[in-house]
């Protein structure tokens, strides 16, 4: 590849090596360094001028630091006069703020959009957004690839009796997704529909109020969205009335069926484990986690561990998980994406397709 640079930032190294180690090259020396007032500090060790610059810098659990480093990196290689800028972003930062979730909230998926456009990349290559429709955020090219296709072919070479199998989508929000899935491996899906918006007593279950069909949609889109308080640290669990319960209505047949719950993220996992539960209810022979980006919080390693409904959790590396973490858990599996996001790189330095990278797994280079 001549003419190009590849640097990586601080989030993820490990995605770096692997993408750089299958193009064949060495990633291109950059300082990073932080300043004692902890500002971010950047300095392009080479030339880049009139090069094809990729920066690779995925989300991290320092994901405000590792957002702002990747704006700097950019804004430097932009002042060095590189003649087109791509950020390879595994992980989109935000991702999960694509929409108000409250009258007076933010869409910081959107201004994180912005504010990437504005520090000077001219093309974005990002995995399995949240919401597809995030790529309207931006006025350059972005290329959001997908994992389905490593997933697929992880399946069918490491589950057995998968074509017995079932598709499972935890929500409403998730229905695509699976179905894509399903359809690619040509088994059955089913959807798991929960409900907290319903009364546990009495026979007033009705959506003629504003407020319940509100709630009620927020909730099939995303879940285990617990958060922290930024001066205490301490975590700010999801409310719930007293008077209300979670009613789970499993569509579709699982007896004695692998089932395959799917999503894009896996943050809080205590959605996917009562999933899981419902699923074995039913009559599941076995349940897998799948999910491309394994963020997993807190102690959700641990919980996935103990539960012994959860034959497998399977993620890719997009997304950095320390080897202590990974040691918490003997179900967990990770995939290499590396393969897919080398290829997008070598095919947009040489101004080809990547539609082939939506449905194939790309081959040795």
Not at 184 to 210: E, V, W
Not at 252 to 279: P, R, T, Y
Not at 295 to 314: A, D, M, P, W, Y
Not at 339 to 364: C, D, M, W
Request: with cysteine; charged share 25%; aromatic share 6%.
């Amino acid at each position: 590849m001549r003419k190009t640079k590849i640097f990586g930032g601080s989030s993820h190294p490990e995605i770096t090596n692997l993408i750089t180690s299958r193009l064949g090259v060495e990633p291109s020396p950059v300082k990073l360094s932080q300043f004692k007032n902890r500002e971010t500090s950047v300095e392009i060790g080479v030339s880049v001028r009139n090069e094809d610059v990729y920066i690779i810098q995925s989300g991290s659990p320092k994901i405000n630091d590792s957002l702002m480093e990747l704006l700097i990196m950019i804004n430097a290689c932009k002042g060095s006069s590189a003649q087109r800028i791509t950020a390879v972003i595994p992980y989109f930062p935000y991702s999960k703020q694509s929409k108000k979730k409250k009258h007076r909230g933010a869409i910081a998926a959107k201004l994180v959009a912005n504010i990437l456009s504005i520090s000077g990349v001219d093309h974005i290559i990002t995995m399995d957004l949240h919401a597809s429709q995030m790529q309207g955020f931006f006025n350059i090219p972005v290329d959001n690839l997908y994992a389905e296709p490593t997933v697929a072919k992880w399946i069918q070479e490491n589950v057995e009796d998968w074509e017995n199998g079932v598709v499972v989508s935890k929500n409403a929000g998730g229905a695509k997704r699976v179905t894509s899935l399903a359809d690619r491996l040509n088994i059955d899906f089913a959807l798991i529909h929960m409900d907290r918006s319903r009364k546990a007593h009495g026979p007033d279950h009705s959506l003629s109020k504003p407020e319940n069909i509100y709630n009620r949609l927020e909730e099939e889109d995303d879940d285990d969205d617990s958060m922290v308080d930024a001066e205490t640290g301490h975590e700010i669990p999801r409310a719930e009335a007293a008077d209300e319960t979670s009613l789970m209505t499993l569509v579709g047949d699982v007896q004695d069926k692998v089932c395959f719950i799917v999503d894009d993220m896996i943050d809080g996992c205590h959605s996917f484990l009562e999933a899981a539960d419902n699923l074995v209810s039913h009559g599941a022979k076995q349940v897998y986690i799948i999910a491309t980006h394994g963020i997993l919080s807190g102690n959700s390693l641990r919980q996935i561990e103990e539960c012994t409904n959860v034959h497998k959790i399977v993620i890719t590396n997009t997304y950095p998980l320390p080897a202590e973490k990974r040691a918490l858990c003997s179900k967990l599996h990770i995939l290499d994406i590396s393969p897919t996001l080398a290829e997008a790189i070598r095919r947009t330095h040489n101004g080809e397709s990547i539609s082939y990278l939506f449905t194939q797994v790309p081959k040795n280079l």
